[in-house]
């Protein structure tokens, strides 16, 4: 009978923060010196387009309900 090996080999470790954070930094100083330049966008602004139609205008005249009126007095 065969004997299986338990070992699993682990996945190569991610990159610490830090070091996620340095490249960042690096390549955001080398992108305003080459003249990029950084907009902000106040919050709650999203670049995405809506997917959903625009509402339609309502009309409150054309949409308005017939009033019955009683003429008994």
């Known amino acids: 009978m065969a004997i299986r090996s338990n070992i699993v ?3 190569k470790k991610q990159p610490a923060g830090s070091e996620t954070s340095i490249s960042i930094e690096a390549k955001t100083k080398a992108f305003l010196e ?8 106040r919050s709650g ?5 809506s997917m959903m ?3 339609p205008v ?3 005249e054309q949409n308005a309900s ?4 009683s003429d008994k007095s």
Do not use: D, H, L, Y
Request: aromatic share 0%; hydrophobic share 25%; proline share 8%.
């Open 9 to 11: 080999t682990s996945k």
């Open 34 to 41: 080459s003249g990029g330049e950084i907009q902000q966008i």
């Open 45 to 49: 602004v999203s670049g995405q387009q």
């Open 53 to 55: 139609a625009p509402k």
């Open 58 to 60: 309502e009309n409150k």
């Open 66 to 69: 017939p009033q019955i009126v």
